[in-house]
């Protein structure tokens, strides 16, 4: 019954994202359809149709409906976009998660708590400006702020990271930049637990460094114990990436896990005493939440633990039919509380791996159970491991485009050593913090962890076993979790049925490769793309791309990230010309050289490099249709150039601001 409701909770919270449902509409229903369920539960027979059950379905679906909706503030009078943010107002925020500065600013994300003095919420980002001479804010901090409010920037390139759509899904839709002069900061703050936290696992980090660790090691020991993972080098992120093994990076669920079964073993004489059964529960639980404090209460962990305090109780309950359903109650439960984890892909990606653990493991250990215990606890592993693969494998293809084939040996060699790791990790903790970790565990545990980087390392360098680039859309990812279910239960009990589901779906995603490389190869576009201090034009005709740009070495991510979602085989890179034909259209660039057309009437305008012209003249000779601006100009000249347009009523496009510009190739 648990895992139905989830399931129509989750449809009510997508409803209400996507179409942005106020919560009064879902909670009048509610209020309608509870007192039809107490008549129908009344009333209905055993046999006939199911009203109980289809009411019971729809005042769930309202539920989901209802709590996104208070969580995104919609229609709330007291959310801050009921506020007029056309102005400066002074903000009274919050700090309630500290980001990964970037190379410009610090990022926070902030709870509102007033706008000029006046009740609101909501959350908002901030940005602050680098200063090495600055402490940086912490969670639980409260300051006032007089800005303007702008729109987070939606992706400016095709197919790019949307960050923009990424914060939406956190609740986030408005950004604020400043200095940390421009802060008023409040004095005596009030407290959460969740700043406890944070201050409580920089007091732990704080300890750690005074000890003789490498850097790198430092950093790996602050991602796998504490979860943070803001000094990990990017080339070590890459290598634990490349090897599939980037989840040990991340205080998850598999940490908590881990963790959770030591703490059943460590635990299980308790069991022999009255109620000791219910005492262990109590304590593992308690234990739980204390490393999730220790952790810094993020809000990876806090899933990871709620979901596992649940799981604890299935152990309690010893009952394994119950695992799935005691499962989706915990993901019942976290989803009532904040609805938009869903749209998270370590939510999704932790509750698929764990649902094909459950499911699959079992049946893996009952196709081949080996009698030597040697073969028996690898068999046992690595079932584990192609279990957790195969429900993650469609999500991260298709939110990541690449597959690591060593994944099972890097899992080999490090998942069964990772509970002595985190047990030595946490013992190392304990005693740095009472200064009392003496140098030989330093050194033994910093040997452990470069020992890990070494092998995660090598594992990374077999590159031809890193399947990078792969193509695969939101259509494969189901079919692809189809395909995987109808296997399973092909292999588990062969059946007719099944076996035509899983060919089924095979004969469906071939046909939707295909039918996706048959229009690859119809389509032709022209994209002027934003790169700062560089122009690119990307010209794809069929599985064909050619990329013009005045600086072949300053393209960035722009066309990978094209040819993965669009298919494209070949790739040719030329440099940038002043005049070019689109369809029957003309397009001439204008450089740093100044050299201006000698004709009239151009379709296309196209301004790179800040030339040095007068505009005003420009416009008045050529009269173009339009002027497209890139990201290769001074700002101060694209502000002039927009001002100039608009006075004389010509449109301009600057890819900065508006993205990407899309050329129209129909004939006129």
């Not at 399947?467 to 109808?486: E, H, T």
């Not at 259209?585 to 000698?598: A, H, N, R, T």
């Not at 416009?619 to 700002?635: A, E, R, T």
Request: aromatic fraction near 12%; include cysteine; glycine fraction near 6%.
């Amino acid at each position: 019954m648990s895992i139905k409701l989830t399931l129509w909770v989750i449809l009510g919270i997508i409803i209400g994202f996507y179409f942005d449902v106020a919560p009064l509409l879902p909670l009048l229903t509610m209020l309608v359809l509870i007192p039809i369920l107490y008549w129908v539960g009344k009333t209905q027979r055993r046999t006939g149709f199911p009203y109980f059950e289809v009411v019971t379905s729809l005042i769930t679906l309202c539920l989901g409906v209802f709590v996104v909706g208070i969580s995104m503030g919609n229609g709330m009078p007291d959310h801050y976009s009921k506020k007029d943010l056309n102005q400066e107002k002074v903000w009274h925020l919050k700090v309630r998660e500290v980001l990964k500065p970037n190379t410009f600013s610090n990022r926070y994300i902030t709870q509102i708590i007033t706008t000029d003095d006046e009740q609101a919420f909501g959350k908002m980002l901030l940005n602050i400006s680098v200063d090495s001479m600055v402490k940086q804010l912490e969670v639980d901090d409260e300051f006032l702020i007089y800005v303007k409010p702008v729109g987070i920037r939606r992706a400016l390139n095709p197919h790019q990271f949307n960050y923009k759509s990424y914060l939406e899904k956190q609740g986030i839709r408005h950004q604020v930049s400043t200095n940390y002069a421009a802060i008023v900061k409040k004095e005596r703050a009030p407290k959460t637990l969740f700043g406890a936290a944070s201050n409580f696992r920089e007091h732990i980090i704080s300890k750690l460094e005074e000890k003789n660790f490498g850097l790198e090691e430092l950093a790996v020991i602050q991602a796998l114990l504490l979860g943070k993972r803001d000094d990990i080098s990017e080339n070590t992120y890459n290598n634990y990436k490349n090897a599939g093994a980037v989840h040990i990076l991340a205080v998850s669920g598999l940490h908590v896990g881990i963790i959770l079964f030591i703490l059943e073993f460590l635990l299980s004489p308790l069991e022999r005493l009255p109620r000791g059964k219910t005492i262990k529960l109590i304590l593992v639980v308690l234990l739980l939440w204390s490393y999730a404090f220790v952790a810094g209460l993020s809000p990876s962990i806090v899933r990871a633990v709620t979901m596992f305090s649940f799981v604890a109780y299935a152990l309690y309950l010893n009952r394994p039919t119950n695992s799935f359903n005691i499962i989706a109650l915990s993901m019942l439960f976290i989803l009532l509380v904040k609805p938009l984890f869903l749209f998270q892909v370590g939510f999704q990606m932790s509750y698929a791996a764990v649902f094909a653990i459950v499911w699959i493991y079992p049946k893996l250990q009952k196709f081949w159970f080996p009698e030597n215990i040697i073969v028996r606890k690898t068999w046992q592993l690595l079932s584990v491991s192609v279990a957790a693969q195969l429900g993650v494998l469609p999500v991260s293809l298709f939110y990541f485009h690449q597959f690591p084939a060593l994944f099972f040996i890097s899992n080999l060699l490090i998942v069964p050593f990772l509970g002595l790791i985190l047990g030595f990790g946490i013992l190392v903790i304990l005693l740095a913090l009472i200064d009392y970790l003496p140098q030989f565990l330093v050194d033994g545990f910093n040997s452990i962890i470069h020992l890990m980087n070494f092998i995660i390392g090598w594992i990374a360098r077999q590159e031809g076993f890193v399947i990078k680039n792969i193509p695969f859309d939101s259509i494969q990812m189901i079919l692809g979790y189809l395909i995987i279910i109808a296997l399973v239960i092909f292999l588990s009990k062969p059946k007719w049925k099944s076996a035509l589901v899983f060919f089924g779906g095979l004969i469906v995603f071939q046909s939707w490769i295909i039918w996706n490389q048959v229009r690859a190869h119809q389509k032709e576009t022209i994209i002027l793309a934003h790169r700062n201090r560089n122009t690119i034009l990307l010209h794809r005709l069929g599985d064909s791309l050619s990329i013009i740009t005045s600086d072949s070495s300053n393209i960035g991510s722009i066309a990978t990230d094209y040819t993965i979602a669009e298919r494209i085989q070949k790739i040719n890179t030329s440099a940038l010309q002043n005049s070019y034909r689109i369809g029957n259209k003309k397009l001439f660039v204008v450089d740093s050289l100044g050299i201006l057309p000698l004709e009239e009437h151009l379709d296309y305008l196209l301004l790179t490099q800040s030339p040095e012209i007068n505009l005003e003249r420009v416009l008045d000779s050529i009269k173009p249709k339009k002027v497209l601006v890139d990201g290769s100009n001074y700002p101060s000249l694209n502000n002039a150039w927009k001002a100039t347009c608009t006075q004389k009523k010509i449109p301009f496009h600057y890819t900065g601001e508006k993205g990407y510009y899309v050329f129209s190739l129909k004939k006129d």
